[in-house]
């Protein structure tokens, strides 16, 4: 009889005192970088460089409905990295850093395809940090830099 109320303690009542014990509240950190396409490549070169002062979102939308239930924004520091506070887990909800602006009026063209990045901001999918990465998003420069070509070449394949 002992044994048989010690598997239910063991079973029922430490897991929830286990959850009990974690922090409600506690706050995610979605981290990104942002940076200009200087040759328009498609992906970042050694020729890349990141912007400061970009603006960028974090959107969370309703999984069926597709409204936009959670939003809020920051802007890059000097290194082209932004870090936003998101208090709230958002469970099943579809949520991306988005590009919103660019400073750079040379450098202002969000790339297609690479200008969201999909965050995962729940506690209930494994992951044990508060800290969530972005991929980098990225502008397109108006015209690539001078040199872009030569630098373009050493991604193509060499067999042709």
């Known amino acids: 009889m002992a044994t048989r109320l010690f598997m239910l303690f063991a079973l029922c009542v430490l ?3 286990v959850t009990a014990g974690r922090p409600v509240g506690n706050p995610f950190f979605v981290r990104g970088r942002v940076y200009c396409d ?3 490549a498609g992906f970042e070169t050694p020729a890349t460089t990141y912007i400061p002062g970009a603006r960028v979102r974090i959107e969370c939308k309703d999984r069926d409905s597709l409204q936009l239930v959670y939003s809020i924004e920051a802007v890059t520091d000097s290194t082209g990295t932004y870090s936003i506070r998101v208090d709230d887990d958002h469970q099943d909800q579809l949520c991306d ?3 919103v602006s ?6 202002a063209s969000a790339d297609p395809g690479r200008d969201r990045a999909r965050v995962i901001l729940t506690r209930y999918n494994g992951l044990l940090t508060d800290n969530r990465f972005a991929n980098a998003m990225g502008f397109l420069k108006d015209q690539p830099l001078s040199g872009c070509t030569e630098l373009l070449k050493q991604y193509q394949d060499d067999d042709e």
């Open 97 to 99: 850093s988005v590009l």
């Open 38 to 40: 200087t040759c328009r």
């Open 15 to 17: 897991p929830a005192l």
């Open 102 to 107: 660019s400073p750079q009026a040379d450098c």
